[in-house]
């Protein structure tokens, strides 16, 4: 596909083709699946090697090429063809369970789609791509060696306090020069999406983005419950460990370069040496759960589909990227040496199960989930491979430290996203803000959710721009809430698994095979936990999750 002619006869196809009959509807849906396949794939790899590789031109003018050329001239044609899908009186005759799933979701898109918003559309993801690379750009010296902010980060968790206040200072200065340009962008990027919610008839860019992102089991109404329950129960026990954590650290008062410090005063936890440790060890823990999940990852190594360490010009962040034509999913990081990585991988070696257990099923939109599945997948196989993390720690008390650290860092997770996803509710419906005024709200949003003991004198600008590092705000727009309603799940299928490790891992497994051919709810109910989240379900995953906390508080490793 190297220009929008080498694809243009087959939707023409598509559109022209008569349909007479079921049989012939079933065969026309899987044409296109097949056509979309393709493109998916190949537009995959553009992005791939893009962010793999920011600063060469010519990838970047590939990538570029399809996002300018190609795709706007194919969202016509995917509106035609969901029109000819729906206005089919032979869709009735669709026994398969998950087309009930495709044919609610086609009827959205058909109700949402507006051609004024595709050149929009290219508009934000030029931007996106613009932010993306004025973070890929960012790095500082530290003892003559230039890092990347992922690379600095680990040293924020140094034993030396002053070794953790002087990178922090350099990468708050460093991350201070782009922010006049970071603020403008994103007010760019806000008037484009207003006018894209105006465009197809919304208020504003919150409740378009809600209906877009096909939220269809729960309302706006209730992420702000999520919120609330957020705030009464996790914010509070973040507080109580960091305030145990500067006790332990012997501090007078917590500064935000000691919040990530180990409380014991150690040196950071290191469980690999290099990316090969990393895959090689990642493998062998997801082997000991189950023989097969082993075997996809091991898949993924020998064609070369991990690209995981971090280097200057790397856009940030990590994904899994499902590949549905060859059936193969590629992972992409930014690993620097840190436990945080161990479970990074942890993560998208999750996503990456999903995908493989999905590739049987027949349409590529029965494979792909809504994010408060798909970030179940991932998040649940931190929680269910914590079991088996001696592999990376053969000292017990290193494993009981990095369980603790995983236990406390989903404590810190959740008033995060509630942070995040409440800044940009607020954003979206004042459309006409200032950046002052965006500023200001960001800092009272902080405030309301994170630890009040931490001391920001001095630091005032880098917690009123700490939202720049957050690349789903820039990039994709209220995806987010997404990870915290996940998490909660996650919780509940570890807490299913600790009771009967061999029925808890079926049943999970069970829930991702079903692709999206269910509604949320149901794929919840699969895996054996709730799609809930209000105060009385979120105070009992609280409570079970101080109980773990508290016997690895005693030394008692978590083993499955």
Excluded at 34 to 62: F, K, P
Aim: proline content about 4%; glycine content about 4%; charged content about 30%.
């Amino acid at each position: 596909m190297k220009t929008w002619e080498d694809v243009k006869p087959y939707y023409e196809d598509l559109t022209a083709r008569p349909i007479n009959s079921v049989t012939e509807l079933e065969k026309w849906i899987l044409d296109r699946n097949e056509l979309e396949n393709y493109i998916a794939e190949n537009v995959a790899w553009r992005y791939i090697n893009y962010s793999r590789n920011t600063e060469d031109g010519d990838i970047r003018a590939r990538h570029l090429f399809y996002i300018n050329q190609i795709k706007p001239k194919i969202s016509p044609y995917a509106n035609l063809l969901d029109k000819k899908l729906i206005d089919c009186p032979y869709n009735e005759g669709l026994k398969d369970e998950g087309y009930k799933i495709y044919l609610r979701t086609t009827r959205n898109e058909i109700e949402l789609y507006r051609e004024e918003n595709i050149q929009l559309t290219v508009q934000c993801e030029e931007k996106a791509q613009e932010y993306a690379e004025i973070q890929a750009a960012m790095t500082i010296e530290y003892n003559g060696k230039e890092l990347t902010m992922q690379q600095a980060a680990k040293y924020l968790k140094n034993s030396d306090r002053n070794v953790r206040k002087e990178v922090y200072d350099k990468v708050i200065e460093r991350r201070s020069r782009d922010s006049q340009k970071l603020d403008e962008l994103f007010s760019e990027l806000v008037k484009l999406r207003h006018q894209m919610a105006l465009n197809a008839g919304f208020d504003n860019f919150r409740d378009y983005k809600f209906k877009l992102l096909g939220r269809f089991d729960y309302t706006v109404e209730e992420v702000y419950h999520f919120h609330e329950s957020v705030k009464k129960e996790f914010a509070p026990l973040a507080e109580f460990i960091l305030e145990r954590k500067r006790k332990k650290l012997g501090l007078d008062v917590v500064r935000p370069y000691d919040t990530d410090a180990d409380p014991a005063g150690e040196e950071p936890l290191k469980p690999y040496e290099d990316s090969e440790e990393l895959i090689n060890k990642g493998i062998a823990i997801f082997g000991k759960l189950n023989k097969s999940l082993g075997q996809y990852l091991s898949i993924m190594r020998d064609k070369g589909y991990l690209d995981l360490d971090s280097r200057k010009g790397k856009a940030p962040g990590g994904y899994n990227y499902p590949l549905d034509e060859i059936g193969i999913p590629f992972i992409f990081m930014n690993a620097s040496g840190k436990f945080r990585d161990m479970v990074t991988m942890m993560h998208e070696g999750g996503h990456a199960i999903h995908s493989f257990l999905a590739r049987g099923l027949p349409l590529s939109v029965f494979k792909h989930t809504p994010s408060e599945v798909s970030e179940l997948a991932s998040m649940s196989m931190e929680l269910l491979s914590m079991g088996k993390w001696e592999i990376f720690f053969d000292n017990p008390k290193d494993l009981v430290r990095a369980q603790r650290e995983q236990l406390e860092s989903i404590v810190d997770s959740l008033p995060w996203v509630a942070t995040v996803d409440k800044f940009q509710n607020w954003i979206y419906t004042h459309p006409e803000h200032t950046i002052q005024e965006r500023r200001d709200e960001w800092v009272k949003i902080f405030k309301e959710f994170q630890p009040k003991i931490v001391d920001w004198t001095g630091y005032e600008n880098a917690m009123a721009s700490g939202w720049h590092k957050q690349l789903h705000i820039f990039e994709v727009p209220f995806y987010y809430i997404e990870y915290g309603i996940a998490q909660l799940g996650a919780l509940a299928v570890w807490k299913n698994y600790k009771k009967d490790p061999e029925k808890g891992l079926e049943m999970y497994l069970n829930a991702l095979r079903l692709g999206y051919t269910r509604s949320v709810p149901e794929i919840y109910k699969e895996a054996g936990i709730s799609f809930d989240f209000s105060l009385p379900y979120v105070s009992e995953i609280t409570r079970f999750l101080k109980h773990e906390l508290e016997l690895l508080e005693k030394n008692v490793p978590e083993m499955a």
